[in-house]
């Protein structure tokens, strides 16, 4: 009868292959799954931003007031992967634009997120599907 004492070299690198090939598969699509979860940070500072313009709209009937102040928008997203901005301001319109900054910036398919007064949401950077189903 054989005993076994251990794996030959061949057997270890046929293990560290199939490793290999698993990895250069699955970090890739970590990496695509964590920007696009981070996309949630966007939404967040969009979404508190716009409740602060409508509360402005609400107090002065005007997105920007003549009269009076409203508070300031938040210029970073909750968690800093986003600056948030706005844009074309008036008394009955708003654009408001988060922009990917820091490890955020390799999300290049959504590299900005926008929403207006009309809630109408848009992107760059080339993905359709930025703002989820």
């Given at each position: 009868m054989k005993s076994w004492k251990g794996f030959t070299l061949i057997e270890l690198m046929i293990v560290v292959?199939?490793?290999?090939?698993?990895?250069?598969?699955?970090?890739?699509?970590?990496t695509k799954y964590v920007l696009r979860s981070r996309r949630s940070d966007a939404y967040a500072a969009l979404n508190q931003?716009?409740?602060?313009?409508?509360?402005?709209?609400?107090?002065?009937?005007s997105y920007k007031p003549t009269t009076g102040s409203c508070?300031?928008?938040?210029?970073?997203?909750?968690?800093?992967y986003y600056s948030v901005?706005?844009?074309n301001v008036t008394a009955t319109t708003y654009t408001l634009t988060a922009t990917a900054v820091?490890?955020?910036?390799?999300?290049?398919?959504?590299?900005?997120?926008?929403?207006?007064?009309?809630?109408?949401?848009?992107?760059?950077?080339?993905?359709?599907?930025?703002?989820g189903s």
């Open positions: 292959a199939i490793i290999a090939v698993l990895s250069a598969i699955a970090y890739p699509a970590y931003a716009q409740t602060v313009m409508e509360r402005c709209y609400a107090q002065y009937f508070p300031a928008i938040s210029t970073t997203s909750p968690e800093h901005a706005a844009s820091g490890p955020q910036a390799a999300d290049t398919g959504c590299a900005t997120l926008s929403v207006d007064q009309a809630g109408n949401k848009t992107s760059t950077g080339g993905s359709t599907d930025c703002w």
